[in-house]
């Protein structure tokens, strides 16, 4: 379902999710998302990311992915060109409340973030 989004679909989704954060250092960036897997393994899409520079929050990028993983609600997020990317490919729009938590608690937690793992997104 999700492969089968527009690259303006996917623009859109992830304008909602920075204007849905309260936050700065959020940009949407134009990506490729790659497909993956069966027949089509390295096949890409043009598309959309939201990107986070995680050094306004005084974190390496490879930090913030790390927070993102390990959070209540882990979030698999690639580390590219210095910043932290998220292809609204990857999420169902069901998941999309608890993802934008996710980020945010990544971002405002202290630098002794951990978290259990439950449910990824």
Do not use: H, K, N
Not at 41 to 46: G, N
Not at 62 to 74: E, I, V
Not at 98 to 117: D, G, Q, Y
């Amino acid at each position: 379902r999700m492969l089968g989004l527009s690259a303006e679909e996917v623009w859109a989704r992830a304008e909602g999710w920075r204007d849905g954060l309260p936050l700065t250092g959020l940009a949407v960036c134009p990506c490729a998302s790659t497909v993956g897997g069966g027949s089509l393994p390295d096949a890409e899409l043009p598309g959309f990311a939201l990107v986070l520079d995680s050094t306004e929050y005084g974190l390496s990028p490879d930090a913030l992915t790390q927070r993102l993983r390990t959070g209540a609600t882990p979030v698999m997020a690639r580390s590219e060109r210095d910043r932290v990317w998220l292809d609204p490919r990857t999420v169902q729009p069901e998941e999309e409340p608890s993802l934008l938590a996710a980020i945010e608690a990544a971002l405002r937690s202290p630098a002794s973030f951990a978290a259990t793992p439950t449910r990824g997104l």
